[in-house]
């Protein structure tokens, strides 16, 4: 992805949600519900690659080169997001823009 869009900045890939676990920003599926997601095709154990069931919460960090978080947005609702100005203007800062 950070080819593909010629970023200048690292994207973190989380397979499994392993980094997101670590920050208890996952939450996992409750067992009725598994069974909805299976019938619509969704396959979390394979998408995944393991058999947690968990899913990672809405969020966006934007760190700078020297560790500090410098912006943060968590959502527990899967459907609201960041609005990307938002996201430029906190990455524009970082650049002393």
Known sequence: MVE???L???LLRDRGNRVASD???TITVPEPLREIYRSWGIDLERVNGDTSWTLPLASR???GGD???VDAKIHTDHTRREEPGKTLSALSRLKGG
Do not use: A, Q, T
């Open 8 to 10: 200048d900045f690292p």
């Open 61 to 63: 960090f934007v760190i």
């Open 23 to 25: 920050y208890r920003l």
């Open 4 to 6: 593909k869009l010629g």
């Open 67 to 69: 560790g500090v978080v």
